[in-house]
């Protein structure tokens, strides 16, 4: 089996600069995780102070 080459190619060095993962942008999963946490907070807020439900009215 022969070695391999001492120097990779320049283009197969990662190092350099990260590969940026393919799919959904930074800004959105964010945007998803702030809503849902947003959406939660409301909820259990709702349910402690008791302003929703059977009798709130």
Do not use: C, F, K, N
């Not at 350099?16 to 909820?43: D, F, I, K, N, Q």
Request: aromatic share 4%; glycine share 8%; charged share 15%.
């Amino acid at each position: 089996m022969a070695d391999p080459p001492p120097y990779p190619e320049a283009d197969e060095d990662t190092a350099a600069r990260p590969e940026r993962a393919a799919g959904t942008p930074r800004w959105v999963s964010v945007a998803v995780v702030g809503a849902v946490a947003l959406v939660v907070v409301v909820m259990v807020a709702l349910h402690i102070t008791g302003t929703i439900g059977p009798g709130s009215h």
